[in-house]
């Protein structure tokens, strides 16, 4: 089973807009890491947030972590052409990943 | 760009066969771990290893092996390819106590 799932599937949003995405799992965590993945392409790591860590920051990223819910959030500012991707949540360090969130960003 | 290789970059198999993939990981990183990636899903946890030792393994067939090389590069091996295994493989190396990983661009195999 995916431990990782995000939502929603897909989300269109125009430039300079904000987007979110959410992600939920099902068991206990040590850390949640969110990545992007350009049209099959590896997967570039955005962001780590560790379980006793309930935001963290990096450039536009923002990301949540609720434990008590097993969810997390990812927030995108000011958003960019260059920024349409999937993005995908995994949780630890054999990672267990959901379907993803296929962001497009229209100019 | 991570320092993270992979090769081939495509290739095509006919079903039945067998296929070895390659990774290099990036300078510093002792622990690889393999990916399976079907068309418009996220990536499903094939095994990793550390130390030239497999430490963990997804739901995957043990028609699925790998090995670890002292210089810490990594194949995949799958025999007996079936449609199913047509996918983009994707490597991820991480360091001792990293919890982040640096992946591959991946290879992408097509089976026949």
């Known amino acids: 089973s995916q431990q990782g799932e995000e939502d929603p599937q897909a989300l269109s949003i125009q430039e300079g807009e904000n987007a979110t995405m959410n992600c939920s799992y099902k068991?206990?965590?040590?850390?949640l890491q969110w990545y992007r993945q350009n049209s099959g392409r590896g997967l570039v790591h955005l962001i780590l947030?560790?379980?006793?860590?309930r935001e963290k920051h990096s450039g536009r990223l923002r990301v949540t972590l609720d434990t008590s819910k097993k969810s997390s959030s990812l927030l995108i500012t000011a958003s960019r052409a260059a920024d349409t991707a999937s993005y995908f949540c995994?949780?630890?360090?054999?990672?267990?990943f959901g379907t993803g969130t296929r962001l497009t960003i229209i100019p | 760009e991570t320092g993270v290789t992979q090769s081939p970059t495509h290739l095509i198999k006919t079903r039945g066969q067998q296929v070895t993939l390659r990774c290099s990981s990036q300078?510093?990183?002792?622990?690889v771990s393999w990916y399976q990636q079907a068309l418009g899903q996220g990536p499903q946890f094939i095994f990793q290893?550390?130390?030239?030792?497999?430490?963990g393994r997804g739901n995957f067939p043990p028609r699925f092996s790998g090995l670890q090389f002292p210089n810490y590069s990594s194949e995949l091996n799958v025999n007996a390819l079936e449609l199913d295994d047509s996918a983009l493989y994707l490597c991820?190396?991480?360091?001792?106590?990293?919890?982040?990983?640096?992946f591959g661009p991946g290879t992408r195999l097509t089976v026949t």
């Open positions: 991820a190396s991480s360091s001792v106590g990293g919890d982040e990983q640096y």
């Open positions: 068991t206990s965590i040590n850390n």
């Open positions: 947030i560790r379980s006793n860590e």
């Open positions: 995994a949780t630890d360090t054999q990672l267990t």
């Open positions: 300078s510093g990183h002792n622990t």
């Open positions: 290893y550390y130390r030239e030792e497999e430490n």
